[in-house]
């Protein structure tokens, strides 16, 4: 992939993982070091794509529904681990709020995935989760 | 510079006791660059600990590292004082537990610690005027030969690549770019969720709907909770997660119901006409 694309996609991360924090109204540290440590460990981009893809030019511009339709035409298995790391982020403070449970309804939508195939993205998500902080520390 | 000056004598009048951590690491910074980190240290958990008791709740946790990340993430300390705050801290740590502080990385934290020193008055006065000075680098008691100038010069030449490295680093990890204001991108996320809530509330969502997403969430939080790292109480853990997707049915509910309402008065309108 090449390094514009890569932006491109880590933009996308980055717009529906904040999306996320932000629904869960106190964005907890550890939602934050979440994002950036799922963006290079499991979606795989380097640190100067992370960078640049926070670069105002690149996100300033965009909105949810262009994130959701970003997110739409990815291929099925980038789309999933998406949706897994961005519920991922919601566990992370082990709270639910109502603007969670719809960013995480419409990003599902949006990928289409089925029903099981949300509650599997959902488990993995849960136990990356329970690594984040696996003795009850501080959120 | 000359002996007896300091750079740290405006903070007299603000805070005495960092004027007088801030002054004993200046008077140390050549002569034992150890004790000059010990007390940096000390002057910043001084900061944190004021900071934290004028404008946090009480039951933030003492530890430096806790007490700068909640002053940091409350909007207290901005990113590049609580940057500095944390390099004063690590430096300071790593000399507590033995290992040796270069003159030059000491200077370095001293003149952060002066920069942030002039914030921290603005912030515990407000509206007091500190107009600081260029830094004065303190004199070392004898001047320094070749040799020794050229290997402070390659420690600094290090540090400063550490701190670009770092700060690389720490910016690719972050959720926020640098250049972003967090709090306006914040709030226009939180205007598009509410919009899409409401859209979402009209129109439903073609595969997963919000009710289905809440019944998951509220299983995985259970199990999590339920874990023994986290307490491993089931009742418990059980009971949070049927309170937390209770109050979620309730949003659902609301939503549902003005949009009823819209509708109805749309009709109404439409019929009148």
Redesign the interface.
């Known amino acids: 992939m090449q390094e514009s694309e890569q932006i491109q996609l880590a933009t996308l991360w980055?717009l529906s993982?904040?999306?996320m924090?932000?629904?869960g109204e106190e964005?907890a540290?550890v939602?934050?070091?979440a994002?950036?440590?799922y963006?290079?460990a499991i979606l795989g981009f380097e640190?100067?794509v992370?960078?640049k893809a926070?670069?105002?030019e690149h996100?300033?511009n965009k909105?949810?529904?262009d994130c959701l339709s970003g997110v739409r035409q990815l291929p099925r298995e980038l789309a999933e681990k998406i949706l897994t790391g961005v519920?991922m982020i919601?566990?992370a403070d082990?709270?639910?709020?109502?603007?969670?449970?719809?960013?995480?309804?419409?990003l599902?939508?949006a990928i289409?995935?089925?029903?099981d195939d949300?509650?599997r993205c959902?488990?993995n998500?849960?136990v990356i989760?329970?690594m984040l902080?696996?003795?009850?520390a501080?959120a | 510079m000359s002996k007896q000056e300091t750079n740290f004598q405006f903070l007299e009048g603000f805070d005495k006791r960092v004027a007088q951590l801030a002054k004993q690491a200046e008077k140390y910074v050549h002569t034992d660059p150890d004790s000059c980190m010990f007390k940096l240290r000390l002057m910043v958990e001084t900061m944190a600990k004021k900071l934290t008791n004028l404008q946090m709740r009480s039951d933030i946790s003492q530890d430096l590292g806790s007490m700068l990340g909640a002053l940091e993430r409350g909007g207290i300390v901005p990113r590049r004082q609580a940057d500095s705050m944390h390099a004063i801290r690590r430096d300071g740590n790593a000399a507590v537990h033995g290992s040796p502080t270069p003159i030059p990385t000491a200077m370095r934290r001293l003149h952060e610690a002066y920069k942030i020193s002039g914030w921290f008055c603005k912030v515990i006065k407000r509206g007091s005027k500190v107009n600081l000075n260029d830094f004065a680098p303190p004199e070392p008691p004898a001047p320094l030969d070749q040799a020794t100038k050229s290997l402070h010069g390659k420690i600094d030449e290090l540090e400063e690549s550490i701190e670009r490295r770092r700060l690389a680093t720490r910016e690719s990890l972050l959720m926020f770019g640098p250049q972003e204001n967090v709090k306006e991108v914040t709030r226009r996320i939180i205007e598009e969720l509410k919009a899409l809530d409401n859209v979402a509330a009209a129109a439903g969502e073609p595969i997963i709907d919000a009710d289905f997403v809440a019944l998951v969430m509220a299983m995985d939080l259970e199990q999590i909770e339920e874990d023994p790292r986290h307490g491993g109480d089931s009742r418990q853990a059980r009971r949070e997660a049927e309170q937390q997707l209770d109050f979620i049915k309730q949003h659902l509910a609301e939503r549902e119901k003005v949009f009823l309402a819209e509708r109805t008065f749309l009709i109404e309108q439409r019929n009148e006409s």
Request: hydrophobic share 45%.
């Open positions: 980055f993982a904040r999306a924090a932000v629904a964005m540290a939602q934050e070091a994002t950036g440590l963006a290079q640190e100067s992370c960078r926070k670069d105002v996100i300033d909105t949810l529904i519920m919601s566990y082990r709270k639910m709020k109502p603007l969670e449970v719809r960013w995480a309804s419409m599902a939508s289409e995935v089925s029903p949300f509650q959902c488990v998500a849960r989760a329970s902080r696996p003795h009850g501080p």
